[in-house]
Structure formats: structure tokens, C-alpha cells
């Protein structure tokens, strides 16, 4: 268990909706990474959130939008869902500027049909 | 742009026997370079990482082995054993690894009994 916890575990929803997935990083970690894993692409780096400021941006969509509130935890934010965001979207939090290792949560699987 | 590239993507190895992935990148500010592994189901988690400042870390039967001048890296697992069967990733990053990560495609490999 990393410690790091994402909800839901699966979604199914179609297409045009929006979405709202939740993490929860480890006790004491500043730093929340949203990750995307497709069968294609692999792991794809969408947006990184440090003590509530963002910090980077990968390859995130205009249609996704993430947010990290006062108690850490995070939200990714996905909408006008198409067949093709179908994804395990992954969580993963660290301890700012020390090893660098990111606990990732079991993830996400988000189904657009 | 792939900013790191593994292969193969997928190996089959027999028991005991040694199974290598190998990753190159091209980003020359790159100074953390992690594998990370994955079961089904699972979230990605660390296994081994090195810093370009040596050639070879060892932990146990796994190795990783870097050559900065050809700007590349492996993974070497010594004496398989059919619990190795996983989905490994490596991955690079700057300011080492405070950033977040740059992930290859992955290599899916099965260690046959």
C-alpha cells in the first residue's frame, strides 16, 4: 500500500459528460502528480501541483483541469468526455526535493462510452 | 516528442535466466533516471534509480547501468523468477526527479517457470 488513495476505482460515463476524480497523497507529501496511462501512449505526465500551486504541465487537455486544495488532497477535473480519454488516470505524491521517488495510488479507470 | 525510449516492449525470459531493457533519452538536462514497476492492477512503484554521476547501482538482483555519453540506461534483472513478471518503466527527470517524471512506453515481461 503506497498510501496515496484514488476515487473512484472505476467510472463508466459517456460521451460530453465531465468527470471528477479524487486523490488523496500520503501524509506529510506537498506534491500531487496526475498521471495518464493509456495501453498506447504508456504513462503520460498531465499536471503536477506543489502545496496548492501548480507547479508543472505536461500534456493536459484544455478540456482537463486539475486543483489541489489547503489539505492536500487533489482533484483532476476531466470534461466534454470522448471515446478517447478512456484511461487508468493515476495520482502520485512525493516529499518535495528530497529522493524524488512519486507513491503512486491503484489509479483511476475511466470508461467513456 | 518521446523524450524516452525503451525497448523492447515486450520479453520473455526463462527462470533463472537475465532479463535486460534498455531506455535512451535525448534531453541532456535529464539527472535522475528511476525504473518503476507495475503489476496488474497496481500503481506504478520504485524499484531502483541512479544519478548520472555512476555508471552501475545494484540492489539485490536488480542493476541499473548508465552510459552519459550515449545517453543511455538499463535495466538488468539477474535470475529471474516468475514474481518479476511485471510491467517496468523507466523514466527521467530533472532537478533530480523534483519535477516529476518522464516515462517510457514500458516493457512488459513475462519470466516463464
Known amino acids: 500500500d503506497s498510501g496515496v488513495t484514488q476515487t473512484p476505482k472505476h467510472l463508466i460515463t459517456a460521451t460530453g459528460q465531465r468527470v471528477t476524480l479524487r486523490c488523496s497523497p500520503r501524509s506529510g507529501d506537498l506534491s500531487v502528480y496526475w498521471y495518464q496511462q493509456s495501453l498506447d501512449q504508456g504513462l503520460q505526465f498531465l499536471i503536477q501541483y506543489y502545496n496548492g500551486e501548480e507547479r508543472a504541465k505536461g500534456n493536459i487537455l484544455e478540456r482537463f483541469s486539475a486543483q489541489q486544495f489547503p489539505d492536500l488532497h487533489s482533484e483532476l477535473n476531466l470534461s466534454s468526455l470522448e471515446l478517447g480519454d478512456s484511461a487508468l488516470y493515476f495520482c502520485?505524491?512525493?516529499?518535495?526535493?528530497?529522493?524524488?521517488?512519486?507513491?503512486f495510488g491503484e489509479g483511476s479507470r475511466l470508461t467513456v462510452l | 516528442q518521446q523524450q524516452v525510449k525503451q525497448s523492447p516492449q515486450s520479453l520473455i525470459v526463462q527462470k533463472g535466466g537475465i532479463s535486460i531493457i534498455n531506455c535512451a533519452y535525448e534531453n541532456t538536462a535529464f539527472d535522475y533516471f528511476p525504473w518503476y514497476q507495475q503489476f496488474p492492477g497496481k500503481g506504478p512503484a520504485l524499484l531502483i534509480a541512479?544519478?548520472?554521476?555512476?555508471s552501475e547501482k545494484k540492489e539485490g538482483r536488480f542493476t541499473i547501468s548508465f552510459n552519459k555519453s550515449a545517453k543511455q540506461f538499463s535495466l538488468h534483472i539477474m535470475d529471474s523468477q516468475p514474481g518479476d513478471s511485471a510491467t517496468y518503466f523507466c523514466a527521467a527527470s530533472t532537478n533530480w526527479g523534483a519535477d516529476g517524471l518522464t516515462f517510457g512506453k514500458g516493457t512488459h515481461l513475462i519470466i516463464q517457470p
Open positions: 502520485a505524491s512525493s516529499v518535495e526535493g528530497t529522493t524524488g521517488e512519486l507513491f
Open positions: 541512479i544519478r548520472p554521476d555512476v
